[in-house]
């Protein structure tokens, strides 16, 4: 089953790394989740949230602690490293997912555009498995890795508007 297939590199912050008193740009390792520019807002984000759903799951030591506020409400921990959110056309989407899962030590969270165009899971895992890999489309793809290996598959990518 799928489900049993783990990612060979584990890729995540050691605990002695975390420094939740350092700017993000000291963090060894860079978050960054790349979006079709194209997509309308609502699917741009979705696809944007899902894609950050799977790599808080996989990449360990990215939250933060929780926030708790003057009234003692928790609020749960946010990316203490932070995470650009940065937009791209489809074919570069594509190169960027490529370079970014070819990279060794590099984490790789995608949403192939099946996702939002089915509405049961079992049918997406369907539509993903009768596709060749090089022929998907993406919505988004979240990368973590090194800093300056992210700079170079990102490039000089924009800002997500």
Not at 37 to 60: E, H, I, Q, Y
Request: aromatic share 4%; with cysteine; charged share 20%.
């Amino acid at each position: 089953m799928l489900a049993d297939i783990a990612q060979t590199e584990a890729v995540g912050f050691a605990a002695e790394e975390i420094d939740q008193d350092a700017p993000t740009r000291a963090a060894r390792l860079k978050w960054v989740v790349v979006v079709d520019g194209s997509l309308p807002a609502g699917r741009a984000v979705n696809a944007a949230v899902c894609v950050a759903a799977a790599t808080s799951d996989a990449v360990g030591g990215i939250l933060g602690d929780a926030a708790l506020d003057a009234d003692g409400t928790v609020h749960p921990g946010l990316p203490w490293a932070g995470c650009t959110v940065l937009a791209a056309d489809p074919a570069t989407l594509r190169e960027v997912r490529a370079k970014a899962a070819a990279s060794a030590g590099t984490f790789v969270a995608d949403m192939p555009a099946a996702a939002q165009h089915t509405r049961v899971y079992s049918e997406y895992l369907g539509a993903v498995g009768a596709s060749p890999g090089d022929a998907l489309d993406y919505c988004a793809v979240s990368i973590v890795g090194p800093r300056n290996r992210v700079d170079r598959i990102v490039k000089r990518l924009p800002l997500l508007a």
